[in-house]
Nanobody
Framework: QVQLVESGGGLVQAGGSLRLSCAAS????????MGWFRQAPGKEREFVAA????????YYADSVKGRFTISRDNAKNTVYLQMNSLKPEDTAVYYC??????????????WGQGTQVTVSS
């Protein structure tokens, strides 16, 4: 089992920045690829970013490419999502997820409880 806890969400003005964190406990964190997803009201959950177990490979949705950066610190069992140039359409609940393979599909084995990000215009 892997337990995931997100933090760092909040209210920010358009153009601002936030950094989300996801702390993992349980089985060896460094064995898992990590992903970030988000779900806006009335919409399906969508892929945001993913990172391989080593951090050597990263993947981004087109909508966030160039603005968001995913990273991880295996010594701290934590994955991050740095979000810059935020837009109102980035407003959503953000979830981190863990699986043995990095994927853009909504098929991760473990999920956090989510953290709310609200971007005001």
């Amino acid at each position: 089992q892997v337990q995931l806890v997100e933090s760092g969400g909040g209210l920010v003005q358009a153009g601002g920045s936030l950094r989300l964190s996801c702390a993992a406990s349980g089985r060896t964190f460094s064995s898992y690829a990590m992903g970030w997803f988000r779900q806006a009201p009335g919409k399906e959950r969508e892929f945001v970013a993913a990172i391989s177990w080593s951090g050597g490979s990263t993947y981004y949705a087109d909508s966030v490419k160039g603005r968001f950066t995913i990273s991880r610190d295996n010594a701290k069992n934590t994955v991050y999502l740095q979000m810059n140039s935020l837009k109102p359409e980035d407003t959503a609940v953000y979830y981190c997820a863990a699986d043995l393979v990095a994927t853009t599909r909504d098929e991760y084995d473990y999920w956090g409880q989510g953290t709310q990000v609200t971007v005001s215009s």
